[in-house]
């Protein structure tokens, strides 16, 4: 298997899923082949021939008020981790979505002497209108080794990122590192980590906005 693409969700995004699941050319008509995993649910759809695996893990939204560390992103991330069978792997939101020609871009690179994959992402639903949030303005993003942190507002971009969970990563590198058991900030603490092990020697870099993320502020704490 070239590439792992892991999800968390909760049910009442499912639908977003599966449709994730279709942008990728892996969807199928099977709604309920779930198989129970600690808090909640796994599922994977994989293209065995082309080397393309996502799994989903699906658990109730975590709750401030009764904390469980069982639910938050950090611990669901090295859930689906640790049932990679991906050389690569690599995190999608469910409502986010891959460029149409994800496979084709991407996988050919998923190869032993790769430790990176970077590329362009598109971000909506940061900026503001009159003071409001607003879905319709892309604000354009770059994820590469070439950055030593997170900023804003460099080399053209609004945002600029050194790897983290979005671009794939050698899985072995991924599995050293690990996720903390946060729910809101693992996605920067293990981007950090990962910069500082010296892992990623060898990057190969795609010109092309690769992912679409879709931000939005109205979504309730724990979705």
């Not at 671009?167 to 693992?186: D, L, N, S, W």
């Amino acid at each position: 298997m070239k590439l792992t693409l892991s999800v968390t969700t909760i049910p009442s995004r499912l639908e977003k899923l599966y449709g994730l699941v279709d942008s990728f050319a892996l969807g199928d008509d099977c709604r309920s082949d779930w198989k129970e995993h600690e808090q909640g649910h796994i599922r994977t759809w994989a293209d065995d021939e082309a080397g393309l695996e996502l799994i989903a893990y699906c658990t109730e939204p975590y709750d401030d008020a009764k904390p469980d560390p069982r639910l938050t992103f950090g611990h669901k991330r090295n859930v689906l981790l640790a049932l990679a069978r991906g050389y690569m792997v690599s995190s999608f939101d469910d409502d986010d979505r891959p460029h149409p020609n994800y496979r084709e871009l991407i996988l050919p690179h998923c190869h032993e002497g790769v430790d990176v994959i970077g590329y362009k992402v598109a971000c909506y639903g940061y900026a503001q209108t009159n003071g409001q949030f607003d879905p319709s303005i892309m604000e354009p993003a770059d994820v590469s080794i070439k950055y030593d942190g997170w900023y804003n507002d460099r080399n053209g971009f609004k945002y600029v990122r050194c790897p983290h969970h979005i671009v794939p990563v050698r899985a072995e590198h991924v599995r050293a590192i690990g996720f903390k058991p946060m729910h809101h900030g693992e996605d920067h603490e293990y981007s950090i980590r990962l910069r500082d092990s010296g892992l990623l020697r060898k990057e190969v870099y795609i010109d092309e906005f690769c992912y679409v993320y879709l931000y939005n502020a109205k979504k309730k704490k724990g979705e």
